[in-house]
T-cell receptor, first 112, second 112 residues
Framework: SQELEQSPQSLIVQEGKNLTINCTSS?????LYWYKQKYGEGLIFLMM?????EEKSHEKITAKLDEKKQQSSLHITASQPSHAGIYLC????????????FGTGTKLQVIP | SQTIHQWPATLVQPVGSPLSLECTVE??????LYWYRQAAGRGLQLLFY??????ISSEVPQNLSASRPQDRQFILSSKKLLLSDSGFYLC???????????FGPGTRLTVL
């Protein structure tokens, strides 16, 4: 089965600093999703990547999928307290579109 | 886009009592539906998914069961709760089994 490992597990940054979260897969990624979750709430969809080398941005968040489609990174520029939360990557396993595997999550704290 | 409703938001139940968590979907027809459990505010464990009425796939053998009596209704149940059933339960929907998932607000279950 496909496994997703995220790093770091937790991150504390000063407001205004840039940061990167990584998601590494044990198998080829056929669809990679990034979600954000605030404590005790549901997940909010951020971005989906499908093609090797693809890069997408939304406001100050940029996500990339590497050419080999086994790693994705999420980069936040000039972090703000509103960026705080848990970031999770999710992936479609090869050959099936019903199930989504999720990473272990990265807890981000932004200090004003 | 879909809207996922879950209730109750929080639940405290004694060991050995039954459980019924309900999830309903608005804004789409024939979605794939999912039940996840999240421990310690981190990664999601897929419990069940359904591609249609009466169709349930179980991912993890356990004390829980799921049912889909209507197209936009997904229910998570247990006959006798265990302490280990405590956690944050999330329902999600997905159009046609591809693309991003839409998540409900979650139910925090505490078994005492």
């Amino acid at each position: 089965s496909q496994e997703l490992e995220q790093s770091p597990q937790s991150l504390i940054v000063q407001e205004g600093k840039n940061l990167t979260i990584n998601c590494t897969s044990s198998k080829t990624l056929y669809g990679l999703y990034w979600y954000k979750q605030k404590y005790g709430e549901g997940l909010i969809f951020l971005m989906m990547l499908q093609k090797g080398g693809e890069e997408k941005s939304h406001e100050k968040i940029t996500a990339k999928l590497d050419e080999k489609k086994q790693q994705s990174s999420l980069h936040i520029t000039a972090s703000q307290p509103s960026h705080a939360g848990i970031y999770l990557c999710g992936a479609d396993p090869s050959g099936g579109y019903q199930k989504v595997t999720f990473g272990t999550g990265t807890k981000l704290q932004v200090i004003p | 886009s879909q809207t996922i409703h879950q209730w109750p938001a929080t639940l405290v139940q004694p060991v050995g009592s039954p459980l019924s968590l309900e999830c309903t979907v608005e804004g789409t027809s024939n979605p794939n539906l999912y039940w996840y459990r999240q421990a310690a505010g981190r990664g999601l464990q897929l419990l069940f998914y359904s591609v249609g009425i009466g169709q349930i796939s179980s991912e993890v053998p356990q004390n829980l069961s799921a049912s889909r009596p209507q197209d936009r209704q997904f229910i998570l149940s247990s006959k006798k709760l265990l302490l280990s059933d405590s956690g944050f339960y999330l329902c999600a929907g997905r159009d046609g089994g591809v693309g991003e998932q839409f998540f409900g607000p979650g139910t925090r279950l505490t078994v005492l």
